[in-house]
Nanobody, 125 residues
Framework: QVQLVESGGGLVQAGGSLRLSCAASGRTFSSYTMAWFRQAPGKEREFVAAISWNGGMSEYTDSVKGRFTISRDRSGITVYLQMNSLKPEDTAVYYC??????????????????WGQGTQVTVSS
């Protein structure tokens, strides 16, 4: 069974940090682009960051540039999102996604084949 399992969410004060993890199992994800999306209450799901299959390319939405860092381990099946200088507007459910996505389409959520169940991140002011 193919699974993406997120962890690391929680409650943090503004200015704090969290590190999200996404562990993949059930197939070979090492050749897939992996990404993070988020969805805040009452809003549509939005792209946060993505990383290429070999970690050589990454992309971020403008609102998190300089604060968030996406990475993946050597096996390629675990991806991380280091979130620093968190703001209340970062509050959302964060989802991990994977798929054979070209760089031009990193932000297209409908192209990703696999999704995790989500992890809640809450930033208090």
């Amino acid at each position: 069974q193919v699974q993406l399992v997120e962890s690391g969410g929680g409650l943090v004060q503004a200015g704090g940090s969290l590190r999200l993890s996404c562990a993949a199992s059930g197939r070979t994800f090492s050749s897939y682009t992996m990404a993070w999306f988020r969805q805040a209450p009452g809003k549509e799901r939005e792209f946060v960051a993505a990383i290429s299959w070999n970690g050589g390319m990454s992309e971020y939405t403008d609102s998190v540039k300089g604060r968030f860092t996406i990475s993946r381990d050597r096996s390629g099946i675990t991806v991380y999102l280091q979130m620093n200088s968190l703001k209340p507007e970062d509050t959302a459910v964060y989802y991990c996604a994977a798929g054979p996505i070209s760089r031009a389409n990193y932000q297209s959520d409908y192209l990703y084949n696999y999704w995790g169940q989500g992890t809640q991140v809450t930033v208090s002011s």
